[in-house]
């Protein structure tokens, strides 16, 4: 399935600005359906690297006309993208079905609870410390098995908040505190994160290790590195494809998908 991307954020690498206005998110969210997006992934926090982080009372204030413009706008499942119960709480309440939490419920302790309580499918994901530092030197032992020993102890925390076996997501968290060779790495043994036994969500649009393997293209220039990424993710077990150029990836999804299936 695909997950199409909306940041309602100033800043975010890909696509900032583009969606602040409920409006046009609006339209943009009809042209991803209308694409072939099972999901929308609505965020108003910038987690690329060394983003400066925002207040709840801001990122609610970017992100519920946002929210309720595509509510009403499309049909399919809204996922928000927070770190923060308070946000998630009330876009919950806008009309959101699911969370995506990048930081796994750990930078908020009543996340999980949240999700628990309100029965809402939740995904957690990899990061290594915080967005402001994650990219200062990263360091692994064996950073598969490191990713994977990670995602089981937050699954375990999900699964001890009273989260259903059936509503856990796990992602690994590209460009989260990755190099490059992390990064490539993971997508190489996403298998082994399948092996969890929870749909596996992967995001790699347009992001900055596509730009590094593609000798400097900026974010603008990395559709087709994002299509070998997704194609070479659906091969190796991921469910969930997280990307902005959802028309584009509808192809590669269906050829990828025919090729995992036989
Ligand atoms: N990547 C980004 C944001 N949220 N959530 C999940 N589950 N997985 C990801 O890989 C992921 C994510 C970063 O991409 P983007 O939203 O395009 O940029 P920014 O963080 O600058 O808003």
Excluded: W
Aim: hydrophobic fraction near 55%; proline fraction near 5%; include cysteine.
């Amino acid at each position: 399935m695909l997950v199409g991307v909306l940041n309602a954020t100033p800043d975010s690498f890909s696509d900032g600005g583009l969606h602040l206005d409920p409006g046009r998110a609006a339209a943009a969210a009809r042209e991803m359906v209308a694409a072939g997006a099972g999901v929308l992934d609505l965020g108003a926090e910038s987690t690329r690297p060394g983003a400066t982080p925002v207040v709840a009372l801001e990122e609610r204030r970017r992100l519920l006309p946002v929210l309720e413009a595509v509510r009403a706008a499309v049909g399919v499942p809204l996922a928000v993208d927070t770190t923060k119960a308070e946000v998630a709480a009330a876009a919950l309440d806008a009309g959101a079905d699911m969370v995506n939490d990048v930081s796994a419920g750990r930078f908020d302790r009543r996340m999980l609870l949240l999700c628990a309580r309100a029965g809402v499918p939740v995904v957690l994901m990899h990061m290594r410390g915080r967005p402001a530092t994650m990219q200062r030197r990263p360091a692994y032992r064996d950073v598969v098995a490191d990713v994977v020993a990670f995602l089981r102890r937050r699954v375990g925390a999900a699964r001890r908040a009273g989260i259903a076996p059936t509503a856990i997501v796990v992602d690994p968290g590209i460009g989260f505190g990755k190099t490059v060779a992390h990064n490539v790495a993971l997508l190489a043994h996403l298998d082994a994160l399948a092996a969890l036994g929870y749909p596996v969500l992967v995001g790699v649009s347009r992001k900055g290790f596509l730009g590094t393997l593609l000798g400097g293209a900026g974010a603008g220039e990395r559709v087709y590195g994002t299509a070998a990424a997704v194609a070479l993710a659906v091969t190796r077990g991921a469910r969930l494809l997280r990307v902005h150029d959802v028309a584009a990836m509808r192809d590669v999804l269906a050829v990828a998908t025919a090729v995992a299936r036989a």
